[in-house]
């Protein structure tokens, strides 16, 4: 779990399967909520949006935390990532167009900025559930939900999900062609909406009292957790699954 502290700096926080760690400092200077993904199990890329709102990077490598690079770029939001495959990255951020760019690591080096459309009006959120897969998620211009996918060829147009979200999606994807996204409501509660394999559950009420976007995460075929911040500016955890 990672989150931006009162002095801007970037936290983190572990479960080792059996207790939750303290938290470590690991320092930049945020000006957004961080992303993360992990590709292979002694990996961990982070991705923040800094003071010259350019993308930056830190890296947990098995052993030890990188220093932080810059990738550049002009972000008006956090930034989303996923990875399709072992040492694959894909970058995500709102432009200063509202449009979404993405940043590719294809193995060997960082791919220029390729624009994506669309009209955003949060940050995105993003996961990969196959090593040709990649879904993308944002508030669109009516306060909705709306996504975009990569088939392993091609990108497809911009869809309409429903929903009236305050701030930005999170998604989680427990299994090959499953999806579980999560957004806040006007109300404050947590809602999710579920991809079945064939089609598009209703919205669901997951309840809670955010007071920030939720994160969602997946480590199996029958769990998924999400985080958001609460009432008090703590950090609250709501799980399914074992």
């Known amino acids: 779990?990672?989150?931006?502290?009162?002095?801007?700096?970037?936290?983190?926080?572990?479960?080792?399967?059996?207790?939750?760690?303290?938290?470590?400092?690991?320092?930049?200077?945020?000006?957004?909520?961080?992303?993360?993904?992990?590709?292979?199990?002694?990996?961990?890329?982070?991705?923040?949006?800094?003071?010259?709102?350019?993308?930056?990077?830190?890296?947990?490598?098995?052993?030890?935390?990188?220093?932080?690079?810059?990738?550049?770029?002009?972000?008006?939001?956090?930034?989303?990532?996923?990875?399709?495959?072992?040492?694959?990255?894909?970058?995500?951020?709102?432009?200063?167009?509202?449009?979404?760019?993405?940043?590719?690591?294809?193995?060997?080096?960082?791919?220029d900025w390729e624009n994506l459309g669309g009209s955003l009006t949060s940050a995105p959120a993003a996961v990969s559930w196959g090593s040709n897969r990649i879904d993308v998620f944002a508030k669109g211009q009516n306060d909705n939900l709306i996504h975009k996918w990569w088939n392993g060829s091609n990108w497809s147009d911009w869809e309409g999900l429903g929903g009236t979200l305050v701030?930005?999606?999170?998604?989680?994807?427990?299994?090959?062609?499953?999806?579980?996204?999560?957004?806040?409501?006007?109300?404050n509660q947590l809602y999710k909406r579920s991809w079945n394999g064939s089609r598009w559950v209703n919205w669901q009420s997951l309840g809670g009292t955010l007071t920030s976007a939720p994160a969602a995460v997946s480590w199996g075929p029958n769990r998924t957790d999400v985080f958001a911040r609460g009432r008090n500016q703590n950090l609250i955890h709501s799980y399914r699954g074992r």
């Open 1 to 111: 779990m990672f989150a931006r502290g009162t002095d801007q700096q970037l936290y983190h926080k572990w479960w080792n399967g059996r207790n939750w760690s303290d938290w470590e400092n690991l320092g930049g200077t945020l000006t957004s909520a961080p992303a993360a993904v992990s590709w292979s199990p002694n990996r961990i890329d982070v991705f923040v949006r800094g003071t010259d709102q350019a993308l930056y990077h830190i890296w947990w490598n098995g052993s030890s935390w990188s220093n932080w690079e810059s990738l550049g770029g002009t972000l008006t939001s956090s930034p989303a990532v996923s990875s399709l495959r072992t040492n694959q990255l894909d970058v995500f951020v709102r432009g200063t167009n509202n449009q979404l760019y993405k940043k590719t690591w294809n193995g060997s080096r960082w791919e």
């Open 167 to 187: 701030g930005a999606p999170a998604v989680a994807s427990t299994r090959a062609n499953r999806l579980d996204v999560f957004v806040r409501g006007t109300d």
